[in-house]
């Protein structure tokens, strides 16, 4: 009743989206995949972003606990969301090639591997929270409040690691607006109790920082059963089935070699994050809060270009599939492209409106000013975004994470870490040296990437 063909091999759903986007305009495909998939981003950093509005009417140690332990609970999730790379490779080759039972097979793996990798990585951050913090070195305060809400976040590890794997299936497949469609369900419900488990509004406990991390987990797990339910129902464009499923381990492994380099650049990405974070420590709180607020920007004002890198790296992926790597390398540049113009528009208006971007999340005159500057010394790497968001998402779905995994380590570890503990001590620069730091290991990113993506090896890539 739902389903339609528009070729052999290549099913669709009415909820779905009809659009084989191996033909056709390039231009007109980007945006088709893209518009969906920024919403849903923008839409998922909602959350976040508006639990942090709220706490920070809590103070600045409950901006820095949230903060702190925002960065544990990315790292995890970047580790799982890295495993789900090689699904979205597999998944958008399979598609590309017109073989939707492949696709769904590789689904059905990767389902057993969220599962098992999900609640390993939920004990682990439920037992060590206040471990995992220490290693930032903040203080008995915040220690407090980020371990509370660290381990709430890890009771929904499982939910949130089945939603980003839904999301991974039916967007590489080409069916980004169910999963947009589900992110506005789930995110209003979100935004609708988070203040009312903060702040103890009508029959809701008063929670505090801890009531943000409930409502997460309420809404993430919503989330989850709205995207099961389109799958299993074939509300989407593959309709995946339990028919059959048995454990492959060899499937199982061509999806964790892909997605293996890319969970450890996700992972060791935020644990550096930790270790920036344990070096801004030192400079106060209110440096910690002007950090996380940083990061908090940072997302929103990224979501377009890794919305507009995911659509490009599923064009990768697909066009791979239907053996045109030419058509996805002319995807990638005019992504780049586009990317590159909104940037200029926004640190344009970020150059001139720091402050008013800060005082969304706060009104301290101390803190919004150190933030306003933080901001503006990041508009250089913010201006070269479109390289690194779009050339890296399009190496990675065309199945070859190799390379960005060592490309991602080398900026870390020998350019930003190494920076934002020497560079401080440069001068009067202080702490506005880490973010020097982050600028410079950027701008390396971003020549790498462009370098890599125009010599074309990633082509040659077989998954």
Not at 365 to 391: D, K, N
Not at 395 to 423: H, K, N
Request: with cysteine; proline share 3%.
């Amino acid at each position: 009743m739902h389903d339609h063909t528009d070729m052999p091999g290549r099913r669709v759903a009415v909820f779905g989206q009809h659009r084989d986007f191996t033909k056709g305009s390039i231009v007109r495909n980007l945006i088709a995949l893209s518009w969906p998939m920024i919403i849903a981003n923008s839409i998922n950093m909602i959350g976040p972003t508006v639990d942090m509005i709220w706490v920070g009417k809590l103070g600045s140690t409950a901006i820095a606990g949230v903060g702190v332990a925002g960065i544990a609970v990315m790292l995890v999730q970047s580790g799982l969301m890295g495993l789900f790379t090689g699904l979205r490779a597999m998944i958008a080759r399979f598609i590309g090639a017109g073989d939707e039972h492949q696709a769904n097979y590789a689904a059905q793996q990767a389902l057993l591997i969220g599962a098992i990798a999900s609640v390993l990585l939920a004990i682990v951050g439920i037992f060590f929270a206040e471990e995992i913090l220490l290693l930032v070195g903040v203080g008995p305060e915040v220690l407090k409040v980020g371990a509370d809400y660290i381990r709430i976040q890890f009771v929904c590890m499982v939910a949130i690691s089945f939603r980003m794997m839904t999301d991974s299936i039916m967007q590489a497949s080409g069916d980004a607006l169910t999963p947009m469609k589900i992110a506005v369900v789930f995110r209003a419900v979100h935004v609708l109790i988070s203040p009312a488990f903060i702040f103890g509004i009508w029959f809701f406990p008063t929670m505090g920082v801890n009531g943000a991390a409930t409502a997460g987990v309420i809404s993430q797990s919503l989330g989850t059963a709205i995207s099961f339910w389109f799958l299993l129902t074939g509300r989407s464009r593959i309709h995946l089935t339990l028919k059959g499923m048995r454990v492959d381990f060899r499937m199982i492994w061509r999806i964790i070699k892909i997605g293996l380099p890319a969970s450890i650049m996700g992972i060791q990405q935020n644990l550096g994050q930790f270790i920036l974070m344990h070096v801004v420590a030192p400079f106060g709180t209110v440096a910690v809060a002007a950090h996380a607020l940083n990061q908090r920007v940072e997302m929103i004002l990224f979501m377009p270009a890794w919305g507009l890198g995911m659509a490009a790296g599923v064009l990768t992926g697909q066009n791979m599939g239907a053996r045109q790597p030419e058509r996805a390398v002319k995807g990638g540049w005019i992504a780049c492209g586009i990317i590159e113009i909104f940037a200029f528009v926004c640190c344009i208006l970020l150059l001139l409106w720091a402050e008013f971007a800060v005082r969304i999340f706060s009104t301290d005159p101390e803190l919004v000013s150190l933030a306003a500057t933080f901001l503006r010394i990041a508009v250089v790497s913010y201006m070269i975004m479109g390289l690194v968001g779009v050339f890296q998402q399009c190496i990675t779905g065309s199945g070859d994470t190799f390379l960005p995994m060592v490309v991602s380590i080398v900026t870390m570890w020998l350019i930003q870490i190494p920076l934002a503990y020497f560079l401080p001590k440069v001068g009067d620069l202080g702490v506005y040296g880490i973010r020097w730091a982050i600028v410079a290991s950027s701008v390396v990113s971003a020549i790498a990437y462009t370098v890599y993506f125009r010599m074309g090896r990633w082509k040659t890539k077989e998954v």
